[in-house]
């Protein structure tokens, strides 16, 4: 006990330590003296000490807790209703001290501040709160408030259909993103809409074969926890759009040449990533349904933009899209409009132009740099471009900002002569941590690369030098990791896609310091302006140029986990390969070889690939870059789809070879070894091919060919039939209709098109002699180069009376033009070949194209068509004689056909 003072009146005062009071129980005594007095001794309790210890004592405060029915979402935050007050005119302050009570047990907790972090709490819990006054030493009796946490309602953050073009024997199935702040497993509810009008369906699918044409679909997703609560807001999905059951519909995107930027968003909030190409914009699943991977979503009049600045506006989940290139108005004029695409809802995306007062001049190549926090992004460099928009002319240093603040956003020019010189292709960046801006190198007037690395400070407009690269290039790119360093990747020391790196490095803000990053993953190949985007832990590598694959790697150690997920692997910008049978029973399409597309070369592919109708795989066991071989000659079989391929160009040499290949033993097999007599008549197209019993035959330099195993080929008698030389054929195997049982069909190649001929040519299989015969059909095809032909297999052991036809160049080689017509051509009893235009089915057709890689899923009863070569003045402005397309589509035959 300490000691005791005389006070006024003959009173005294003495106190007890805290800790002495809290030691001790019950009733106390206390002996107290007074000078001249007799001692004297009271006896009270505990809670009453204070008052006879103390004196006069702030009054007890009268308190409540916000929010009064919190859930494990909100804070338990105190408020002082009625503060209290102190006799003595002291100031008071507060003492906090909170009990939990749970399933009839009461805690006292570690919490001695006024509030309780949400993450604290959970739900049916009991909280109460003791605030006990005090001045000094001088405790007043403590004011209480309690709360009890009740259940957090489940929230739906978004919801999405399967497809939003959708065949009328299809199902269509709605998903959801939903999470509940209490863990609680949740159950989804489904109101449907069929035009606007409620069905009684009430589950994820709804069956469309009750639906006409035309009709459109709306889905409403709730969520109700294990405590019966349910979500306050449903989240809608569509509108999705039913089509009859016949013509074209796009179940891919063109994964085509892009340039520097190329349009593709992470939009990471909702799982998915957006991808704008030819006037469409594709949603690619990362979560949630995985069926169908990408998406068409429901958005028209979309510019085909390409090299535009892309800023994410999370506070009104919309991308803005500014500069660029769009082919759809004026292919070598960049664009200065500003457009916005709204996202906040997947499948009801809305775009629409941003009228501004003031905008930069137009321009592609520039650097954006979005400081997301405060709204606002910078635009700087870039270049005006000549005839093509990868040469460039004109080249700007001025800096522009956009207010992003509003619905409406504005431009102004921060200076006419910003600190960097003159450039195009930066790389640009902006730390997380520290808010400010970082570009790195480029390409000069000249063409020449550029090694400045350069801090831009949004708040006062400053751009220094701070650091310089130590191999001086362009097109490098480049990512926050979101832990004070970067990540830069490859780049080139030349302009145009040569004297490309594969180089990376980790930038450490700090001190502007690199460190070499040793890679142990496989990682894309160097290209120059890849795109990556980083979302949490999640790196999005976007490799750009001629590329089909999208990867997605940790920012902490970057390994690669997948590529373009759920997909295997997909094919990139490819044409002339071949169908060629599946291993075993396998669905779908299967497709080899061909020539693939990278930056501005091309190579030879020795890879297969299956398409199942909803994703490619990449077939390891029937992959061989040994074996790689450029517009392969598939070896046609009357009924089933071929399991050889002869000749054509091997490796990157593209020279002629007449060795045959076989898939039958589950790989890729060489049955007969290249003969150089052939070679004058091989190209890399296709030449007519088929298999006669166990001898390959080919149509060379207007001559058919029989190849035996050992490597001989001799040319079958000419009886008159000569076939003129063709190059560029396309080609079919066929069996007439049969007129009666009695009278079996015969086995015929039809071959059509090349050297600009609208003339067919069949001939009998297997017949000794070379009887070739010439065939006008009419109306028909018009005259054509390497048009895409498959047959019609409605299984492996019917006749095949039927090929498709779509397509073709008006030549090979220089400027050219595509085609984009699509035929079904059919062989009666007597070998009388007709044609007929097939409908479109009302949607997107396939835009023109050559070489396409073409066949008929018989599993599906569908047509898939797949990349080819098609007019370079979509790509270019320029007729530049053609660009590789990495498109999938398919095709549905009209009833009776």
């Given at each position: 006990m300490r000691s005791v003072r005389p006070e006024s009146r003959g009173q005294v005062r003495g106190s007890l330590s805290r800790a002495a009071r809290a030691a001790l129980a019950g009733p106390l005594i206390v002996v107290c003296c007074a000078v001249g007095a007799a001692g004297c001794s009271l006896l009270f309790d505990t809670e009453d000490y204070r008052g006879v210890e103390q004196g006069p004592v702030p009054t007890a405060p009268q308190v409540s807790i916000t929010v009064a029915e919190p859930t494990t979402l909100d804070d338990l935050e105190v408020i002082i209703d009625v503060a209290s007050t102190d006799p003595l005119a002291g100031t008071v302050d507060y003492r906090y001290e909170w009990d939990r009570e749970e399933g009839g047990a009461t805690v006292t907790t570690s919490v001695t501040t006024d509030v309780v972090p949400a993450s604290e709490t959970a739900k049916h819990q009991t909280w109460t709160v003791r605030v006990i006054p005090f001045v000094g030493e001088r405790e007043g009796p403590a004011g209480t408030a309690s709360v009890t946490v009740v259940n957090s309602l489940p929230v739906v953050h978004f919801a999405r259909l399967s497809r939003y073009e959708v065949w009328q024997d299809e199902t269509i199935t709605a998903s959801a993103f939903v999470t509940d702040p209490d863990g609680d497993a949740t159950t989804l509810s489904y109101s449907w809409m069929v035009n606007d009008a409620p069905v009684a369906d009430a589950t994820s699918a709804i069956d469309l074969s009750v639906l006409q044409p035309g009709d459109t679909?709306?889905?409403?997703?709730?969520?109700?926890?294990?405590?019966?609560?349910?979500?306050?807001?449903?989240?809608?999905?569509?509108?999705?759009?039913?089509?009859?059951?016949?013509?074209?519909?796009?179940?891919?995107?063109?994964?085509?040449?892009?340039?520097?930027?190329?349009?593709?968003?992470?939009?990471?909030?909702?799982?998915?990533?957006?991808?704008?190409?030819?006037?469409?914009?594709w949603e690619y699943r990362v979560t949630g349904a995985t069926e169908v991977p990408w998406a068409k979503l429901n958005v028209t009049g979309l510019p085909d933009l390409f090299g535009s600045s892309v800023i994410y506006d999370a506070a009104r989940s919309r991308f803005l899209i500014w500069g660029g290139v769009d082919f759809t108005t004026a292919p070598s004029v960049p664009s200065t409009a500003l457009y916005e695409l709204v996202v906040e809802t997947p499948g009801q995306e809305t775009f629409r132009e941003v009228t501004t007062a003031l905008t930069p001049p137009a321009r592609i190549a520039h650097a954006t740099l979005n400081d997301e926090p405060n709204a606002r992004a910078v635009i700087l460099g870039g270049a005006r471009p000549e005839t093509?928009?990868?040469?460039?002319?004109?080249?700007?240093?001025?800096?522009?900002?956009?207010?992003?603040?509003?619905s409406d956003p504005t431009f102004r020019m921060v200076t006419a002569n910003a600190a960097t010189p003159p450039a195009v292709l930066m790389g640009a960046t902006v730390n997380s941590q520290s808010g400010r801006g970082y570009l790195f190198g480029g390409f000069s007037q000249a063409g020449s690369p550029l090694g400045g690395?350069?801090?831009?400070?949004?708040?006062?407009?400053?751009?220094?030098?701070?650091?310089?690269?130590?191999?001086?290039?362009?097109?490098?790119?480049?990512?926050?990791?979101?832990?004070?360093?970067?990540?830069?990747?490859?780049?080139?020391?030349?302009?145009?896609?040569?004297?490309?790196?594969?180089?990376?490095?980790?930038?450490?803000?700090?001190?502007?310091?690199?460190?070499?990053?040793?890679?142990?993953?496989?990682?894309?190949?160097?290209?120059?302006?890849?795109?990556?985007?980083?979302?949490?832990?999640?790196?999005?590598?976007?490799?750009?140029?001629?590329?089909?694959?999208?990867?997605?790697?940790?920012?902490?150690?970057?390994?690669?986990?997948?590529?373009?997920?759920?997909?295997?692997?997909?094919?990139?910008?490819?044409?002339?390969?071949?169908?060629?049978?599946?291993?075993?029973?396998?669905?779908?399409?299967?497709?080899?070889?061909?020539?693939?597309?990278?930056?501005?070369?091309?190579?030879?592919?020795?890879?297969?690939?299956n398409f199942t109708g909803d994703r490619w795989t990449l077939l390891t066991a029937l992959s061989d870059p040994t074996l790689a071989r450029s517009g392969p000659s598939p070896v046609m079989e009357s009924s089933r789809l071929p399991s050889r391929v002869f000749g054509s160009s091997l490796m990157a040499s593209f020279q002629p070879n007449s060795s045959v290949v076989s898939n039958?033993?589950?790989?890729?097999?060489?049955?007969?070894?290249?003969?150089?007599?052939?070679?004058?008549?091989?190209?890399?197209?296709?030449?007519?091919?088929?298999?006669?019993?166990?001898?390959?035959?080919?149509?060379?330099?207007?001559?058919?060919?029989?190849?035996?195993?050992?490597?001989?080929?001799?040319?079958?008698?000419?009886?008159?039939?000569?076939?003129?030389?063709?190059?560029?054929?396309?080609?079919?195997?066929?069996?007439?209709?049969?007129?009666?049982?009695?009278?079996?069909?015969?086995?015929?190649?039809?071959?059509?098109?090349?050297?600009?001929?609208?003339?067919?040519?069949?001939?009998?299989?297997?017949?000794?002699?070379?009887?070739?015969?010439?065939?006008?059909?009419?109306?028909?095809?018009?005259?054509?180069?390497?048009?895409?032909?498959?047959?019609?297999?409605?299984?492996?052991?019917?006749?095949?009376?039927?090929?498709?036809?779509?397509?073709?160049?008006?030549?090979?080689?220089?400027?050219?033009?595509?085609?984009?017509?699509?035929?079904?051509?059919?062989?009666?009893?007597?070998?009388?070949?007709?044609?007929?235009?097939?409908?479109?089915?009302?949607?997107?057709?396939?835009?023109?194209?050559?070489?396409?890689?073409?066949?008929?899923?018989?599993?599906?009863?569908?047509?898939?068509?797949?990349?080819?070569?098609?007019?370079?003045?979509?790509?270019?402005?320029?007729?530049?004689?053609?660009?590789?397309?990495?498109?999938?589509?398919?095709?549905?035959?009209?009833?009776?056909?």
């Open positions: 679909l709306r889905v409403s997703v709730t969520a109700t926890d294990n405590d019966r609560a349910e979500s306050l807001v449903g989240r809608e999905a569509g509108p999705a759009t039913v089509r009859a059951a016949v013509g074209w519909r796009q179940l891919e995107p063109n994964r085509g040449y892009a340039t520097s930027t190329p349009l593709f968003f992470p939009d990471a909030p909702r799982g998915r990533m957006l991808y704008i190409r030819e006037g469409a914009l093509l928009p990868v040469t460039f002319t004109l080249l700007y240093d001025d800096l522009w900002e956009l207010d992003y603040s509003t690395i350069y801090q831009y400070d949004f708040d006062g407009g400053s751009l220094v030098e701070v650091a310089t690269l130590a191999v001086p290039r362009g097109g490098l790119s480049v990512s926050d990791l979101g832990d004070g360093r970067a990540l830069i990747v490859d780049g080139a020391t030349t302009l145009i896609g040569g004297e490309r790196m594969e180089t990376s490095e980790l930038f450490a803000f700090s001190d502007h310091t690199f460190a070499p990053l040793t890679v142990t993953w496989e990682r894309p190949e160097q290209t120059v302006g890849a795109v990556l985007k980083r979302a949490g832990d999640t790196l999005y590598w976007y490799p750009g140029l001629f590329s089909g694959d999208l990867f997605l790697s940790t920012v902490t150690d970057f390994e690669v986990t997948s590529r373009l997920a759920p997909h295997t692997e997909v094919p990139g910008v490819t044409y002339g390969g071949a169908v060629v049978r599946g291993p075993g029973a396998s669905p779908g399409v299967t497709f080899a070889f061909g020539v693939v597309r990278r930056d501005f070369d091309r190579a030879i592919s020795g890879s297969t690939f039958s033993s589950g790989a890729w097999l060489e049955q007969r070894a290249d003969e150089a007599t052939l070679h004058n008549g091989l190209s890399e197209f296709a030449v007519p091919a088929w298999r006669c019993n166990d001898r390959t035959r080919v149509l060379v330099d207007g001559y058919t060919y029989e190849l035996d195993p050992a490597g001989a080929a001799s040319a079958l008698p000419d009886l008159g039939g000569r076939v003129p030389q063709l190059r560029g054929p396309g080609y079919e195997a066929l069996q007439p209709v049969q007129g009666t049982q009695s009278d079996p069909a015969v086995e015929t190649v039809v071959v059509f098109g090349g050297d600009g001929t609208d003339t067919w040519w069949t001939s009998a299989m297997c017949n000794p002699n070379d009887d070739w015969t010439a065939r006008v059909v009419s109306p028909g095809p018009s005259a054509r180069y390497a048009p895409s032909m498959a047959k019609r297999v409605p299984n492996t052991t019917m006749p095949t009376s039927q090929l498709f036809l779509f397509g073709g160049a008006t030549a090979l080689n220089g400027s050219r033009t595509h085609m984009a017509d699509f035929w079904l051509v059919t062989m009666d009893a007597a070998e009388v070949l007709t044609a007929q235009q097939l409908p479109s089915g009302g949607g997107t057709t396939p835009p023109a194209r050559s070489m396409a890689v073409m066949g008929w899923d018989s599993f599906r009863g569908r047509l898939i068509l797949f990349g080819g070569e098609g007019d370079g003045g979509h790509e270019f402005p320029t007729n530049s004689g053609g660009v590789g397309r990495a498109d999938t589509w398919e095709y549905r035959m009209p009833a009776g056909l």
